[in-house]
């Protein structure tokens, strides 16, 4: 009898402990947990990836099945830039409740228009996305919209948590529209700025600022920079009138070092992502020190702005 | 709320240009891999003679079937003594809506046992398997069946799994279910640089003792004729493998660099009815594969394998070790050229050779999985 109890307490113990313990928030990228974190702050986070690492080329390792395993919801980017790794991620976690088309599995990239899709894609354009750029969680516009769209999905999965979830959403918007203005008077300062990149990372936010791309290195997408294209890039007549080289924490940062050696153009290696630690502790510090950045190598700095 | 609504409307209609294009997406995933090699000698166990050769040339659809089901189909040609066989290695429905983390996969499929069994030849780091693979398990063990897996509530990574197979590409028999596995993985991480995966497999066969005697010994000399490679040409009642994989890359971005190094054993035991406790196949290897640039990577394998191959009622002992160094140069995710070295050093095989060998593993189409 009193065995049957105790298995009895045991088992309804083991019943509830998924209803009393917090969400489970299984996020690919660094940004998404950021995003995610505000919204839930108590929410238990896995992160798939870091600052450092190429979301493109994650392995579907042991501990991310299992984190995916026990999570509530996935939040990732989306438009085939985990296609390498979320897919087989997905089908050996087995979590019915995050699969395409399912409520727990939210893509950011799904809720904005992306720039450069693509009528026509072939492997010899490089790893081109069909769907357009994903990496849009550079936006300083795009993100509000996914932040509405992830709160209304995470109050889906917790109703119980909705007005809170609706109010951190409020908060946050009120944060990020100030910052937005301060980027938005530094980007006056920007206007007709040019700038090299390697890979399109940082594509969105120096579209927002009006800063233009004068080179890539990398010769084609996702392809690493090799000699000759680094040679051409050196030909390039657009190459004099750049400002700097904007490299990814992630990247091998060597083929940059080598053009500016020959052209002095300074090298910014920044964070792509939220990194947790010093200028990139959210999306808002990190969008902050980008802009930052790059308005130090302003060409037309004006005493008023550099405050 | 309404405004998120209206938000919403907002985006349904700026995304609307793209639908034409997302309707494309109800078509199946294609993908095509093409394999090509030049080999200089033929060399023991191989699926793969000398001269010019078309190795693995697969295609394959995956999609998924409905909210319930998803669905794959890979047919493989294989060039065997210049005839071209066709041949279906996979095709497989998986759920993937069941709940507790459980799925069902049934059809035919790979075999989950071991570590390289339940991968594509394509995603291998060197020409052919270790020679415990092609002897022990016809270098991937796959057929029609049933498998069941279960991913254990723990916070680290735990599976179990069972399946069970006709077992007609394992052995001839007429067993209605010829083999059963169960297999059982864990694996995590030990820092954000470093991760591992261990594996434990057993693999019952019950088509060698459920023959008639007479008719075993002939099939015994049939089989020895026409060995082109699809089951193997070793087995026993049971086999067991053990495996461990370690990868390393700075800071976990696998992009730049990445070390792996990867270890099986494998042992079979009870043969047939005239093996006494100590006929048993045993074997082993150790591979070490270093990308050390995004396109660049070098590897060494080291291998053995002791095996008894059967002579009406008694056995003759049969080793082989080997060696293998290759570099491989991927220009893209699609594209890889390779060059291996491999040393065999053999007893009881005629044909144990060192042969350079050149190969090309190129694909197209949909984007592959980045298993661990």
Redesign the interface.
């Known amino acids: 009898m009193v065995s049957k109890r105790l298995f009895l307490t045991l088992l309804i113990g083991l019943a509830s402990l998924p209803a009393q313990a917090s969400l489970n928030v299984f996020a690919c990228e660094p940004e998404w947990a950021d995003l995610a974190g505000i919204l839930v702050p108590e929410a238990r986070m896995t992160v798939a ?2 600052a ?3 979301p ?8 991310l ?2 984190a995916m ?2 999570a509530d919801i996935a939040v990732c980017t989306g438009a ?1 830039l985990e ?3 979320l ?2 991620l ?7 409740d995050i ?4 409520p727990g599995l939210f893509f950011a990239a799904d ?4 720039h450069q ?1 693509h ?1 026509h894609v072939d ?1 010899s354009m ?2 081109v996305h ?3 750029n994903p990496h849009v969680h550079l936006d300083p516009d795009a993100l509000p ?1 996914i932040a ?2 992830l ?2 999905r995470l109050a889906s999965i917790s109703p119980e948590q909705a007005t809170d979830i609706q109010r951190r959403l409020l908060q946050w918007k009120v944060r990020w529209n100030l910052s937005k203005a301060e980027w938005r008077d530094k980007a006056d300062d920007l206007k007709g700025m040019t700038v090299g990149v390697q890979h399109s990372g940082f594509h969105y936010l120096l579209r927002w600022l009006d800063v233009d791309v004068a080179f890539d290195l990398e010769p084609k997408p ?3 920079p090799s000699a000759s294209h680094l040679n051409a890039v050196l030909q390039d007549p657009d190459l004099p009138e750049a400002s700097a080289i904007m490299v990814a924490l ?1 990247q ?1 940062d060597r083929p940059a070092h080598w053009l500016s050696e020959r052209t002095h153009l300074p090298v910014l290696v920044l964070p792509g992502t939220v990194t947790g630690k010093e200028a990139a502790t959210s999306l808002e510090s990190l969008l902050s020190h980008l802009v930052n950045e790059l308005h130090q190598l302003a060409p037309k700095q004006t005493v008023e702005s550099d405050g | 709320m309404k405004l998120l609504k209206n938000h919403a409307s907002a985006v349904a209609l700026t995304i609307f240009p793209f639908t034409a294009l997302q309707a494309n997406e109800l078509n199946p995933d294609v993908s095509v891999i093409l394999d090509g090699y030049y080999k200089q000698n033929n060399t023991a166990l191989s699926h793969r003679e000398e001269g010019f050769g078309l190795g693995h040339t697969e295609l394959s659809l995956s999609s998924p079937i409905d909210d319930l089901f998803e669905g794959r189909l890979t047919a493989v040609l294989e060039e065997h003594e210049s005839e071209t066989e066709l041949e279906l290695e996979e095709a497989f429905l998986q759920t993937t809506g069941m709940p507790y983390n459980l799925s069902i996969r049934g059809g035919r499929f790979l075999s989950q046992v071991g570590y390289l069994n339940s991968r594509h030849l394509h995603e291998d780091d060197f020409v052919e398997r270790p020679a415990a693979y092609r002897a022990l398990l016809g270098s991937h063990y796959f057929d029609d069946g049933l498998r069941l897996n279960l991913l254990l509530p723990t916070p680290f990574y735990w599976q179990i799994g069972a399946e069970a197979f006709d077992g007609g590409r394992m052995s001839e028999g007429d067993e209605d279910i010829g083999v059963y596995t169960v297999n059982t993985r864990f694996g995590g991480d030990i820092s954000r640089s470093q991760s591992w995966q261990a594996g434990l497999s057993y693999l019952n066969n019950r088509q060698i003792h459920g023959e008639h005697e007479e008719e075993h010994g002939h099939e015994d000399e049939h089989e020895e004729e026409h060995d082109h490679g699809h089951g193997p040409a070793y087995t026993g009642e049971n086999l067991y493998i053990a495996d461990l994989v370690w990868k390393w890359a700075p800071e976990g971005n696998n992009r730049q660099q990445q070390l792996t190094l990867s270890g099986e054993y494998l042992y079979a035991d009870d043969l047939n009815e005239d093996a006494t406790s100590d006929d048993v196949h045993k074997g082993w290897y150790a591979s070490a594969v270093y990308q050390f640039a995004p396109q660049w990577s070098a590897g060494v394998r080291y291998g053995e394998v002791d095996l008894k191959e059967a002579h009406g009622d008694h056995f003759h002992d049969q080793e082989l070790e080997e060696t293998d160094v290759m570099l491989a140069w991927s220009h893209s995710h699609f594209s890889t050229v390779r060059l291996q070295y491999t040393h065999q050093e053999a007893h009881g095989f005629e044909d144990a050779d060192n042969t350079v060998m050149l190969q090309y593993v190129m694909s197209f189409g949909a984007h592959g999985a980045h298993g661990f």
């Open positions: 990836t870091s450092y690492q190429d493109h080329y994650i392995e579907a390792r042991p501990s099945i299992a395993r026990n085939s296609a390498g790794w897919p087989s997905l089908r050996k976690a087995a979590n019915r699969q395409p088309g399912r809720q904005v228009p992306l899709p009528d492997r490089g790893d069909p769907e357009g919209r509405d769209a709160a209304e996702g392809l690493p992630y091998d």
